[in-house]
């Protein structure tokens, strides 16, 4: 245990804890397709700054989308994530570099504030018709680059995105596929030159993997088609919860 400390910088409680809570996170990204990074951004913030954890959501997304990938990429609308791969390529280095420049606290509270901005969207089912646009569809991508760059959940914004454009289920999928492998390709080649992927950041990662894993099989075998209505509803209004918590909790502070 002492290597691992010494490896990720962190004590034996926080690898714990951080355990539990990716865990967690990940059991609901197994049973309703979302919400791995945005549930640990919201819970873990204390434990680790938003640009700290940011780098090590790459390993625990990219290996979530792995294990959850079904194929279907045929189906995609290849326009459509070429755009968002652009955008998201853009904004990722501005989010970051932004983020780069303040003060923890200050950190914490964007972060925070644009979960909650961002499921309650989601919550409320908002359209936003311009974004089905050619221009809306880069725009969407530049801001899930920035908005990752802040707290890790640029897919968030890309669902809302989604409901916008109201794409067939299948086309969503192989879009959604697309879009994952290459913007996280993308990303990881913006946190090695901007340099929040170190070794750290990378130990974390790695480690923190294994949880990720049993949580999203964990949340997978607990899915219940008839309840599949209510997952989302559910995992959107626990997120409010979190993250509302957490900004009354960094505010008072």
């Known amino acids: 245990m002492n290597l691992l400390a010494d490896l990720t910088n962190l004590t034996t409680t926080e690898v714990l804890l951080l355990s539990a809570i990716i865990f967690v996170a990940s059991m609901v990204r197994g049973f309703s397709g979302f919400g791995l990074s945005a549930v640990v951004m919201a819970s873990a913030i204390f434990i ?19 294990a959850m990938f079904k194929g ?9 994530a070429k755009g968002l791969i652009i955008g998201s390529a853009c904004g990722l280095p501005v989010g970051l570099l932004i983020n780069m420049q303040l003060a923890t606290e ?64 299948r086309t969503m999928r192989g879009t959604l596929s697309i879009y994952l492998l290459g913007a996280g390709v993308l990303g990881l080649a913006t946190h090695l030159i901007i340099g929040t992927m170190d070794q750290t950041a990378i130990a974390r990662g790695l480690f923190f993997i294994i949880p990720t894993l049993l949580g999203l099989y964990a949340g997978r075998a607990l899915f219940i088609p008839r309840l599949e209505p209510y997952y989302k509803p559910f995992c959107l209004t626990l997120l409010l919860g979190l993250a509302s918590l957490g900004l009354i909790r960094t505010v008072s502070n």
């Open 48 to 66: 680790l700054p938003p640009l700290a954890l940011i780098p090590m959501l790459w390993f625990l997304e990219m290996a979530g989308s792995l």
């Open 106 to 169: 200050t950190s914490k509270a964007v972060a925070l504030s644009v979960l909650i901005v961002l499921a309650f969207g989601q919550l409320a089912k908002v359209r936003m018709p311009f974004l089905a646009t050619t221009a809306g569809t880069y725009g969407s991508g530049l801001g899930a680059g920035i908005v990752t760059g802040f707290a890790g959940a640029g897919g968030m914004l890309i669902a809302l995105y989604m409901l916008a454009r109201n794409l067939p289920a």
């Open 72 to 80: 279907g990429m045929k189906d995609a609308d290849r326009p459509t």
